[in-house]
């Protein structure tokens, strides 16, 4: 009897139409059954964010041939959560995969990116999942030196899964460096220092156009920050429990008593 194909979500953050995506589900159609699930436009940035106190809009589309996909008016998150309770009604896909994100999501971006928090509510629901980007934002970027480590990792997570309430955060360097292999990473410390221009509009009423510049403030060898400077693949295990356990023996020392 032949092995059941695995069924595999396919998400994004920069929209359905978006290069990345295309890449994504064409390598995951190698290795299983795909449906695609994404936003009608680019949601960079959106975290997790869900909608709430408006409608959610969920058509089917018929943009690559043989590939059942809808787009979805929401979030990533959102695209998620309609893909598992109105497309596949409760029955969990084998995998979920979301980007591949025009841009990387290293560091401290993982908190804002809206590939890694599709990835993330895929995980909550219980599925595997995988989050991939890659060094380079521009429209027409080449991923193909991204496709052979896309299939050998996700075919590595449908083989052997992934412990509970975690998930995968996968980046690429950009083509130009060449892929030395996979180095198993733990995040690296950064930070954004955000900076806003002042505007006016042409009715003389202030806006703010914010920039910003990213800070690597951690130098350790182990980290995903390294690792693709050095021309690695970097894969960082997740979780989403947010709790800092290291620091529950210190509070439970502290006095609370409420005079």
């Excluded at 936003?39 to 690559?64: C, E, F, N, V």
């Excluded at 629901?125 to 052979?148: Q, W």
């Excluded at 202030?206 to 060898?221: A, I, N, P, S, V």
């Amino acid at each position: 009897m032949a092995k059941k194909k695995p069924t595999i979500l396919v998400v994004n953050d920069d929209g359905i139409t978006a290069p990345g995506i295309k890449v994504l589900l064409e390598e995951m159609q190698k290795i299983g059954n795909v449906v695609v699930v994404a936003p009608d436009s680019p949601q960079s940035g959106m975290g997790h964010a869900i909608t709430i106190g408006r409608p959610l809009r969920l058509d089917k589309i018929d943009l690559y041939e043989g590939v059942e996909m809808y787009k979805c008016s929401g979030t990533p998150v959102d695209c998620v959560k309609l893909a598992v309770n109105k497309i596949f009604k409760g029955k969990k896909p084998d995998l979920c995969v979301s980007g591949i994100n025009h841009g990387l999501n290293y560091s401290i971006n993982v908190l804002y990116s809206g590939t890694m928090s599709a990835a993330v509510e895929g995980a909550i629901e219980d599925i595997p999942s995988i989050g991939f980007s890659l060094d380079d934002f521009s429209h027409h970027a080449d991923f193909s030196h991204c496709r052979p480590y896309i299939r050998t990792i996700a075919q590595q997570v449908l083989s052997n899964g992934l412990q509970k309430a975690t998930l995968l955060n996968v980046n690429f360097p950009h083509i130009s460096k060449e892929l030395k292999g996979i180095k198993i990473c733990r995040q690296a410390t950064a930070k954004w220092f955000e900076e806003f221009d002042e505007r006016l509009d042409p009715y003389n009423r202030e806006y703010f156009w914010m920039t910003g510049k990213f800070q690597l403030l951690d130098r350790g060898e182990d980290t995903d920050a390294h690792a693709l400077s050095n021309g690695y693949v970097s894969i960082v295990p997740t979780q989403f429990d947010m709790t800092a356990h290291h620091t529950i023996t210190e509070l439970n020392s502290w006095s609370f008593d409420v005079q």
